[in-house]
């Protein structure tokens, strides 16, 4: 895979937007979850904008996580910093791909729970769900440690775009 100097504006864009989107998921995650409760129980359910939003949030989401794929595998991603042990660059390296294949599994998953009724599928979500959450964990967490104990500035990669 090429290297750059920085990430692109639209590499910044697209993470920023998918931290939203996948924020707002979680934050407003009751509607669907008590419908599918209902469905599961052959009860009806009252519309609710919150399940569509839900729904157009997880396509939305998948729609930047390719995008900014084919941008990664095109245009490629910044060195690891100079002075990150080798331990933790590959780590940072797999929790990165792991972002990708949690996010699109779990827009997969959703639309086979949602509009395939496979009961399976909504576990899996369940499961991939809390994946996610500790992945971000660790993720959030790479940040000040890089900032205190590595001394680098990894996170204006994020914010300040390389042309
Ligand atoms: C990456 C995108 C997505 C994220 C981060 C996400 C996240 C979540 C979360 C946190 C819950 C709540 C589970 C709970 O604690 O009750 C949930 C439930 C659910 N989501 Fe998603 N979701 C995504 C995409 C989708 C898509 C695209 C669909 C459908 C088209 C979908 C359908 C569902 C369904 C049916 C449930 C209820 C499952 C249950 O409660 O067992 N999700 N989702
Ligand atoms: C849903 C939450 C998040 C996801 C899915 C996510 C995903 C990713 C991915 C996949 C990368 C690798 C670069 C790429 O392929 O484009 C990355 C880089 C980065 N993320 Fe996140 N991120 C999330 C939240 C955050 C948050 C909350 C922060 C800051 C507090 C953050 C800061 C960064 C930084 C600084 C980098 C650059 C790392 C480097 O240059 O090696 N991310 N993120």
Redesign the pocket.
């Known amino acids: 895979m090429s290297e750059t100097k920085g990430y692109s504006a639209t590499q910044i864009l697209l993470h920023w937007a998918v931290v939203v989107?996948?924020a707002a998921?979680?934050i407003f995650?009751?509607a669907?979850?008590?419908?599918?409760?209902a469905?599961?129980e052959g009860r009806a359910y009252d519309f609710d904008p919150l399940i569509l939003a839900?729904?157009?949030?997880?396509?939305l989401?998948?729609t930047f996580?390719v995008w900014r794929l084919v941008l990664r595998l095109r245009r490629g991603v910044p060195a690891t910093p100079a002075n990150e042990p080798a331990v933790l660059a590959t780590l940072a390296h797999v929790a990165h791909w792991a972002f990708y294949a949690?996010?699109?599994a779990?827009?997969?998953?959703?639309?086979?729970?949602?509009?395939g009724g496979v009961a399976a599928a909504?576990?899996a979500?369940?499961l991939?769900?809390v994946v996610?959450l500790a992945l971000i964990a660790a993720h959030v967490l790479a940040v000040p440690f890089h900032a205190v104990v590595l001394k680098n500035d990894v996170m204006r990669r994020m914010i300040r775009p390389e042309a």
């Open positions: 989107l996948v998921q979680y995650k009751s669907i979850s008590s419908a599918w409760d469905i599961r839900h729904v157009v949030g997880g396509g989401i998948l996580v949690v996010l699109a779990l827009s997969v998953t959703g639309v086979l729970a949602w509009f909504a576990q979500h369940n991939l769900k996610l």
